[in-house]
Each structure stands twice: as structure tokens, then as C-alpha cells.
């Protein structure tokens, strides 16, 4: 394990640092219990300095939620940011004519504050993207050359709006399907624009911030017959010449799913084909996936708590491995109660997906990835 003298030595001074801001906010109280609570805590953007940035996402509600206890979490303990919900099509451009910049901006301030680098999320997804892209009037379907007109329209447009502060976009996200013998799922974009709409949609994005970083991003890439058909993808596109810097394996998994051989060897695929590699959405379920029982309303046992550690413990010792590869570990939320797992795909049914609890109090999960 890669533990530099000089990370060991940062640590000291931050902890340090942290016990007098902990003093003094007790003395005079310039600082808020619940920042000087995460001054003595570790961060995660400092443990993995050296070796990745360790991401967080959610959206502009956090902001003016007066949950004190997660916003001191997330600009103190990460380093890279992606808008949970804010920049989907559906919220930044809801209609044809109308682009609704605020939340998207607001948390481009809170990142760039908490000095955070920002990964743009998402610009084509079969989900939340509004009708109207697809149609001429409702129920006509329009042509593939006024939906790649709008396409472009939209990446000049929200692109262009961020340039030079934004990192790198999710171009593409979950356009893989699940189904055995299907390739490419079936979306209104594969409908639209036919197999090729992916190849379309990194050309556009190339043209409208060719500063940006551009990222493929899909889920269970972990398993082999859907990395396959990644990998087809990806090799498809760059046998054409187009232009694709990362993958982002988002990394929704559960107790039970982790399967840290096939991530790592995930994690060779794709950096064998000259991609850098991003777990873009991490977070594990205490729930099996289709298990819809709610069993935990109330808190969840610590014997599986200690289990979770465990599987990320084991999984970050994969990205220590593979650091080389990777530039960014994000987590799909700041704390349990702030992750989708919450209401997706049962509503309403607590889960204990992250490494925070609901009252931003660090769980087991965080003590077994920041010990490295
Ligand atoms: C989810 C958000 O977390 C929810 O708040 C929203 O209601 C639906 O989308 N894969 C993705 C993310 O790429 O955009 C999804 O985010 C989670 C799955």
C-alpha cells in the first residue's frame, strides 16, 4: 500500500489543525458544531491525495436544506462533484426555447468554493429527456436531422454555458442494455437516431467543448456479458476515430454483489483500451437487487454495517491497486439519508448505502476506507 511520508505527515498537521479550529470554535464560536465536528475527522480527499480524487454528488436542494451536518461533509471531505440531478436535460432545458440555469449553477459555485473538480452529468440518457426532443408536435415523431439539430443546439448551449469549468461530461450514460441478447437498449435516442446515435452524440460533444473530458457511463459494467457490449462499443467508436477519454462505472452495488475480481479486471478492460477509468456513482445497498422487502425502517443492524465495511474496504484496496488507472471514486450521495437507494427502486424504504449515517456521523464504512 502507497503511503507517501509526506501524505502521513499532511494528515498529522490537518489532524492537528483540527483539534485547535475544534478549541477555538468552542471558545468563540466562529465555527458551526457541525464544521468543527468534521475538522478531526480524516478526509477522504486527503487519505487519496496521491492517488485519486474522491468525489461526492447531489443536488441544489442540499444547498438550502440546513442540513449543516452534510454540506460541512461535502466540501471538507471530497474533491470532486457531480450534479446529482441538476444538469439533466429534463431540469437544465426543459423546453425547447427555455434553458433553466440556476440550481446547475449554484452548485458550480458551491464545488468551485470547496475547490472541487466538476464532472457534468448527463447529456444523452433515455431517461429524462423531455418529449418534445423527439417530436414535431405531440405523438409526431420528428426526423433524425431535427433531433441531431437539437442535439447540438443542447451540447453548444449547457456546454458552452460551463466551459472551462467543467472537468469532464457524461456524453453518454446507460446506453448498454440489460437484456441478453440485445445490444443497445431500447431508447428514444436508439429510435431517433438509429445504432450510431452514441458515435453522433460524442462527435457533437467533441465540436461544442473540445477543453472538456468525455466519458461513457453505464452500470453493472462489473459483469461480464454487459462489459462485452461495452467494450464493443467503445472499440466501435474508436475504430471510427471518435473522440473518448473515460469510462465511468458507476458502481451501484449491493452487500452481497461485490465482486471485486470482475472489478478489477473491469477496470484492466477498459484501461488496456487507452481509457481512463471513473466509478462515478458509488454506493452499496444493504438490499439485493429485486429484494423489495423493507426490513430496516429503523436503523440497520450493526453486524451488517461491519459487513459493508468490510466489501469497502475490499473494493477501495482494488482502486489503491489500479490508482494509475483511475482519476475519481465518486459517491452517489453525501449521507444515508440524502441517497436515492432511499427511494429507488422501492419508495420510501430507508436504506444504508454510503459511509455517513443519516446525521452525517461517520459509519463503520468510513473508517474502513480511510484507513487504507
Ligand atoms: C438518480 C438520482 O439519484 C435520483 O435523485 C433521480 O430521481 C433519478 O436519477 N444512474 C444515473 C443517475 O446515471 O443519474 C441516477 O440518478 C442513478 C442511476
Redesign the pocket.
Known amino acids: 500500500m502507497k503511503q507517501t511520508k509526506r501524505n502521513v505527515l499532511a494528515q498529522w498537521v490537518r489532524a492537528l489543525s483540527g483539534v485547535m479550529l475544534t478549541l477555538l470554535a468552542a471558545g468563540c464560536s466562529t465555527q458551526s458544531g457541525a464544521e468543527a465536528q468534521q475538522d478531526v475527522l480524516p478526509n477522504l480527499r486527503d487519505v487519496y491525495a496521491h492517488d485519486f480524487r474522491v468525489g461526492v454528488a447531489f443536488s441544489h436542494g442540499l444547498l438550502d436544506s440546513g442540513d449543516a451536518a452534510a454540506l460541512a461533509l461535502a466540501g471538507t471531505q471530497f474533491n470532486a462533484f457531480t450534479p446529482?440531478?441538476d444538469m439533466k436535460w429534463a431540469n437544465i432545458h426543459p423546453k425547447e426555447n427555455a434553458y433553466n440555469y440556476g440550481p446547475a449553477d449554484a452548485l458550480m459555485l458551491f464545488a468551485e468554493q470547496h475547490h472541487m473538480s466538476v464532472t457534468g452529468?448527463?447529456l444523452v440518457w433515455h431517461q429524462e429527456s423531455p418529449n418534445w426532443i423527439f417530436e414535431d408536435a405531440p405523438g409526431v415523431p420528428a426526423s433524425r436531422e431535427t433531433v441531431l439539430l437539437r442535439l447540438r443546439e443542447h451540447m453548444r448551449t449547457v456546454m458552452g454555458h460551463y466551459r472551462g469549468r467543467i472537468h469532464g461530461w457524461d456524453v453518454v450514460?446507460?446506453a448498454i442494455s440489460t437484456k441478453k441478447d440485445e445490444w443497445l437498449r431500447d431508447s428514444p435516442w436508439l429510435k431517433a437516431l438509429g445504432e450510431d446515435y452514441v458515435e453522433q452524440a460524442f462527435r457533437l460533444a467533441r465540436e461544442a467543448d473540445p477543453g472538456a473530458e468525455l466519458y461513457y457511463?453505464d452500470?453493472n459494467l462489473e459483469q461480464p456479458v454487459k462489459r462485452e457490449k461495452a467494450v464493443r462499443l467503445i472499440k466501435r467508436l474508436q475504430d471510427r476515430g471518435v473522440h473518448i477519454d473515460g469510462i465511468g462505472l458507476?458502481g451501484?452495488f449491493t452487500l452481497k454483489s461485490v465482486d471485486t475480481a470482475e472489478v478489477a479486471k473491469t477496470i484492466e478492460t477498459f484501461a488496456a483500451m487507452g481509457l481512463r477509468v471513473n466509478i462515478s456513482?458509488l454506493d452499496m445497498s444493504l438490499y439485493g437487487y429485486g429484494d423489495r422487502d423493507n426490513r430496516y425502517p429503523d436503523g440497520a443492524p450493526a453486524e451488517l454495517l461491519a459487513e459493508q465495511a468490510d466489501q469497502y474496504a475490499a473494493l477501495f484496496q482494488v482502486f489503491l491497486t489500479h490508482h494509475d488507472k483511475l482519476d475519481r471514486i465518486t459517491f452517489?450521495g453525501v449521507h444515508d439519508g440524502l441517497s436515492?437507494a432511499n427511494y429507488m427502486p422501492v419508495k420510501d424504504r430507508p436504506d444504508y448505502p454510503l459511509l455517513f449515517d443519516r446525521a452525517g456521523k461517520p459509519k463503520p464504512a468510513f473508517y474502513a476506507v480511510v484507513k487504507r
Do not use: G, R
Open positions: 446529482e440531478n452529468h448527463t450514460n446507460e457511463n452500470y458507476q451501484h456513482e452517489w436515492y
